[in-house]
């Protein structure tokens, strides 16, 4: 690993100038064969990768209308240049939304169009070459998939679509993302990104209930694999015992107990999190949720409720449906799946919760928006629920609130610059440059207002931004998840007032 | 019949049948593909009739390019609609008699003629000047703003400096309509601008003018946000094999 100079905080977000090359070098390591073959991929590169490339890139077009429209449409209008955290961050123009889809649209310009084929240099078609390979795995792995450009593109080309399908092809050569691939690896074989296994959880289980009896005297339960219960959880496995996820899952426990309502974790799909999604791969997808059905309906659940985290939001929100519905088995009064904030915002409009906004009086929070929560989901039944909601939760569990910047929130959200499977150490340099321009944001809201707290409805922002606050001189214990307020604020009966 | 006649005859019938067929075929293409997952960009309409209208404004007012950029914004939004007018008002050489409509139209789409080269110059310094956009421009990009460039150009030469022979034009136009062929001015001028505009017809389903079709089928603006209420298959995800257990 390189040393690298964390980027100055500004007083305003610049962009800066075009540096080529600069990030040419930020490489993630490379799946090793067994990972690869859990999933179904070819250890290493084959022999004529070439030709599978270029073959998998026309299949993957065929069965795409999204990628036909975004490979021909693009007019090159600059739009999204100055949009992605990446390029923000490093100044490489590979980096630019529209640069780092031209990676994987030259090349299918150079195989399946007309101009691309016959007049290459005029439209910058590239044949399929091993430097092409490189490029794509360098700059394909420094796209969180965060749709930000998706937002101000004209034609709305989201460069997430095309950074899947490059990382499907890759797979599909045998030039996978160790970190990725692992981590799915482990949710086939053992039900969890971390490859916990069930009585470890039961045990984690166990002890955040006498944690919970100790600190508020009430019984709430962290209930495992129990049949008949109402609500099957689904959460990403950070929150059984990441700092601070693991306070998130405290308050989602301390929600259900207080309304009374009976819920489970299962120990088959532990996991909420579907990494599945950032590789491209829908077999994978599809193998990974279906664990999920199966639990639900192994248990006979009513419902089914997702913990915080941005993209399992997204894959349960927009995709479950499609991949691993119907749902006609669960009851049809609640929304399948429920998202946790859906389920405790409801209940505080019911009146259902006691919050004590004080016990949150040290804390001067903002909240920052996740990507995947922001740009491709909902809460609630109207659009923008997903901003609404989580801030409502906010305002009731804490006394001082204060929003970043508006172009730096909601449908503008910037990435933490960990997401999309980027979340790993290998890649720990671009990682902290991303993430510069919601660093600037916070800088602006911690000098006017005094924040000293983030909360975010995400796993990973919560692991990044604990890695990457230090870097620009913020308390790394800022960050927390809009459960860990609530499970401060919330009253459990007589024994806690 | 004089050769220019007949050349410009058969290059404009030649043209329209290019541009038809290969519009025609990549809208059957964007069509047929289909799009197995729910990928709109949220917040999104919840309704068919809210996505209507989030397209309609895209389309007429550039909604998202608003968002990004107000330059790009504006040189882009006159060069369109100047664009749009100048077409409008080339009608009264395809209807006889000409419709009321485009008979008022007639002044404006004069000026529009300007506002589409102010537009053109705008997006062309961009591409030259912002270091960014001048990174992604390939050949093409700037081909293709000459192209333009220079339909509007010689457009305007045509109006305000050398006339040519509009009613022997209109006759040429219409003979072409109707298969009964009329000769054709050949002034230079003219005949650039012909050329020039057969030429744009025949790059436009080969090229990125293609974003004119192609946005409407563009799926993070035109799904509607209803996964949860709405079971959403298509391609290869309608062809996925039930899930085990009750349903």
Redesign the interface.
């Known amino acids: 690993m390189a040393a690298f100079e964390p980027p100055a905080l500004e007083e305003y977000t610049v ?1 800066p ?2 540096h ?1 090359g600069v990030m040419a070098h930020s490489r993630p390591y490379v799946a090793k064969p067994e990972h690869q073959a859990q999933l179904g991929f070819p250890g290493a590169l084959v022999d004529n990768w070439e030709e599978v490339a270029v073959k998998k890139l026309g299949e993957q077009v ?5 990628l ?3 490979l ?12 992605c955290h990446y390029y923000l961050g490093t100044g490489d ?1 590979k980096n ?1 939304p ?2 780092r889809q ?1 990676l994987l649209r030259s090349v299918y310009r150079r195989y399946y ?3 691309g084929k016959y ?1 290459p ?4 078609a590239r044949a399929m070459t091993k430097d092409v390979l490189n490029e794509w795995y360098a700059y394909f792995h420094q796209c969180s998939q965060c ?1 930000r450009c ?9 460069t997430a ?1 095309i950074s899947m399908a490059a990382r499907d092809i890759m797979d599909a050569v045998g030039l996978g993302q160790k970190y990725s691939n692992e981590i799915i690896g482990k949710v086939l074989k053992i039900g969890n990104n971390l490859g916990l296994p069930e009585p470890a959880l039961r045990d984690t289980l166990d002890g955040l209930e006498e944690d919970v009896k100790e600190e508020t005297g009430a019984d709430v339960k962290f209930p495992l694999d129990v049949k008949g219960a109402e609500v099957l959880v689904i959460t990403p496995s950070a929150d059984f015992f990441a700092e601070p996820h693991v306070d998130g899952l405290i308050g989602y426990a301390k929600v259900f107990h207080a309304a009374g309502i009976s819920w489970t974790l299962s120990s088959h799909a532990s996991e909420a999190a579907n990494f599945s999604m950032f590789i491209g791969d ?1 077999k994978n997808l ?1 193998r990974v949720a ?1 664990r999920i ?2 639990a639900a ?1 192994d248990l006979g659940v009513k419902r089914i409720v997702v913990g915080e985290c941005g993209h399992a939001w997204r894959v349960a ?3 479950w ?6 749902f ?2 669960l009851d049809p009064d609640y ?3 429920q998202h946790i904030c859906e389920v405790t915002y409801d209940l505080m409009q019911r009146g259902a919760l006691k919050l004590d906004r004080s016990a949150n009086d040290d804390k001067i929070v903002t909240f920052h928006d996740s990507c995947n929560v ?5 809460m609630g ?4 629920g ?2 609404t909601i989580p801030r409502a939760i906010i305002r009731a569990s804490v006394n001082k609130f204060h929003d970043m910047a508006p172009e730096t929130i909601q ?1 503008n959200t910037f990435c933490c610059g960990g997401g999309g499977g980027l979340l790993t150490d290998d890649l720990v340099e671009l990682r902290v440059k991303g993430a510069l321009p919601r660093m600037q944001a916070l800088k602006q809201v911690v000098e006017e207002y005094g924040v000293n707290h983030i909360a975010a409805i995400c796993a990973i922002c919560k692991s990044q931004f604990t890695k990457v606050l230090p870097y620009y001189k913020f308390p790394m214990d800022m960050i927390g998840g809009v459960h860990g307020l609530v499970s401060k604020a919330i009253r459990l009966g007589a024994v806690n007032q | 019949m004089s050769a220019v006649t007949v050349g410009y005859a058969l290059l404009f019938y030649a043209a329209s049948t290019v541009f038809a067929l290969g519009v025609a075929r ?1 809208i059957y ?2 069509a047929r ?7 709109p ?6 309704t068919r009739l809210g996505v209507a209208g989030r397209m309609l404004r ?1 389309v007429t007012l ?1 909604e ?2 608003f ?3 107000k330059w ?1 914004w504006l040189f ?1 939004w006159v060069f369109h609609f100047a664009l749009l007018l100048v077409l409008l008002r080339h009608l009264r050489y395809f209807t006889e008699p000409v419709w009321g409509w485009v008979v008022l139209i007639q002044p404006f789409g004069v000026y529009a003629g300007f506002a589409m080269v102010a537009g053109l110059a705008g ?1 062309w310094a ?2 030259v000047l ?4 001048r ?7 700037h ?1 293709m703003l000459a192209l333009l460039a220079g339909i509007a150009a010689s457009g305007l030469g045509l109006k305000f400096a050398t006339h040519t022979d509009i009613v022997a034009l209109k006759a040429f136009v219409l003979g072409l309509m109707y298969f009964e062929w009329q000769p054709l001015p050949a002034d230079p001028l003219l005949l650039a601008h012909l050329t020039l505009v057969a030429t744009l017809m025949i790059v436009f389903p ?3 003018l ?2 004119a079709p ?2 409407f ?5 035109n799904q509607a ?1 209803n ?2 209420e709405h ?3 298509a ?3 309608a062809e ?1 094999e039930s ?5």
């Open positions: 962009t100038p075009v080529p065929s069965q795409s209308r999204a036909q429209v975004f021909d449409a693009c007019v090159k209008c600059g739009a999204c240049t100055d949009k123009p630019m529209v640069a031209d169009t007309f101009a007049f240099w005029l439209v910058g749709r998706s937002v101000f593109c004209p034609y709305g080309i989201d679509e829908h599809r279906l059905r199966e309906l929100y927009s995709f449906n499609t991949l691993i519905g119907p006609d088995f929304p399948a799946p922001a740009r491709a989901s909902r039944d109207t659009p923008g997903q901003f449908e | 990549k293409i964007y593909t289909p799009q197995p997952l729910k990928i960009t949220t917040p999104a309409p919840v895209e550039f998202s390019l968002k990004s950029n790009t882009g997006l961009r591409r912002v270091d960014r956009v990174y992604i421009s390939n050949p093409s990009d081909l080969v090229s990125k293609l974003h192609g946005v089928f563009s799926p993070t603006r946000d996964p949860r079971r959403h298959v391609g290869w995800s996925l899930p085990v257990g009750r349903s």
